[in-house]
């Protein structure tokens, strides 16, 4: 069974940092692109960031020169480096992925989510 599982949430102080992971697993054909989502409470979800195949990098433009993107393909895991953390980063993060357990058949998958919270 093909999933996602995080890790690296926790709670933290303005300014700090925090690093996400987020490893694929199971019988997994190929990876397109991966992403960061955050939900605060009482509000939608949002795209944090995202990394494709080769690489290419997208970020919101809340979190542009403080988060980083990266993906280990031999891993199958992709991470966020969150630096500079603010109050208003609060949020359960989720990793999304589009994965293909055959050749050529894509599917959205979901991870679990991991609470963040930037409080002092």
């Known amino acids: 069974q093909v999933q996602l599982v995080e890790s690296g949430g926790g709670l933290v102080q303005p300014g700090g940092s925090l690093r996400l992971s987020c490893a694929a697993s199971?019988?997994?054909?190929?990876?397109?692109?991966m992403d960061w989502y955050r939900q605060a409470p009482g509000k939608q979800r949002e795209l944090v960031a995202t990394i494709t195949s080769g690489g290419s990098t997208n970020y919101a433009d809340s979190v542009k020169g403080r988060f980083t993107i990266s993906r280990d393909n031999a891993k199958n895991t992709v991470y966020l480096q969150m630096n500079s953390l603010k109050p208003q980063d609060t949020a359960v993060y989720y990793c999304h992925a589009e994965m293909a357990p055959m050749p050529k058949i894509y599917y959205d998958y979901w991870g679990q989510g991991t609470q963040v919270t930037v409080s002092s």
């Open positions: 199971g019988s997994i054909f190929s990876i397109l692109a």
